[in-house]
């Protein structure tokens, strides 16, 4: 992200409700399939907040293949700590279906686990399956 959105500090984390985290479109890049989320009731996906300034958000939207329709972006609640937000999420517009590489499956948990998602949270990120490429 510090790459993406140079100028967007963190500004927190919460739990995507009623969503639950998944993978498709492994056409796209990482050798396998890429992260996103769907509805699914009574599922939740850890999220890390970013305070995202209108330059870091073209950025982010040309990164994310907005001008390829890769990704839609929609308006979320997140429940926080301190009551629940609104947020932008980019959500994949593609299949759900096939696997990441074990590579990216790797980065999601490390970034989970630095932004201090639960530990069974971030175990069961790691014991996904995953494409063997790299």
Not at 16 to 24: A, E, H, K
Not at 51 to 65: H, N
């Amino acid at each position: 992200m510090k790459e993406r959105a140079p100028h967007s500090p963190t500004a927190g984390t919460g739990w995507l409700q009623g969503w639950r985290l998944t993978f498709g479109g492994s056409d796209y890049g990482w050798q396998g399939a890429l992260s996103t989320v769907v509805e699914e009731p009574g599922s939740q996906v850890f999220v890390v907040l970013y305070d995202v300034p209108d330059p870091d958000a073209a950025q982010l939207d040309r990164w994310e293949g907005g001008e390829m329709g890769m990704h839609k972006k929609l308006r979320l609640r997140v429940h926080t700590l301190e009551g629940d937000v609104l947020a932008w999420i980019y959500v994949l517009n593609d299949y759900e279906g096939g696997e990441p590489s074990a590579r990216y499956l790797g980065v999601l948990a490390d970034a989970a686990e630095q932004a201090g998602a639960p530990d069974d949270y971030v175990a069961a990120l790691r014991s996904r399956p995953s494409s063997k490429s790299t």
